[in-house]
């Protein structure tokens, strides 16, 4: 499968962005998505995920704030970001694990996507 991050961009503190990744070669359905984030000098950290069965998970400092969908017609998995905060600034990037429904923030995704730059301004 091959994976599209798009919807990046400049927002202020406040303000709401939405990521999208859109696969393609296989259908997404069948894979648990995630979403990861990583800036300069930092490691990349995980952000959320939504297992192929739909269930969910986030990283306690986005809870709240964002919300992870997906639409297997569409074949394409959302992040919806809230009250984005300086912080948040980051290369967001989806990656994507076949069958995956469990241990969503700590497995090793195989596929991943180009990342999306999201700046966040005071």
């Known amino acids: 499968v091959q994976l599209q991050a798009s919807g990046g961009g400049f927002v202020q503190a406040g303000g709401s962005l939405t990521l999208s990744c859109a696969a393609s070669?296989?259908?997404?359905?069948?894979?648990?998505v995630g979403w990861f984030r990583q800036t300069p000098g930092k490691e990349r950290e995980f952000v959320a995920a939504?297992?192929?069965?739909?269930?969910?998970d986030y990283a306690d400092s986005v809870k709240g704030r964002f919300t992870i969908s997906r639409d297997n017609n569409k074949n394409t998995v959302s992040l919806q970001m809230n009250s984005l905060k300086t912080e948040d600034t980051a290369i967001y990037y989806c990656a994507a694990d076949r069958w995956a429904a469990t241990n969503l923030q700590g497995r090793t995704y195989d596929y991943w996507g180009q990342g999306t730059q999201v700046t966040v301004s005071s």
């Open positions: 070669g296989r259908a997404v359905y069948s894979y648990g």
């Open positions: 939504i297992s192929w069965e739909l269930s969910t």
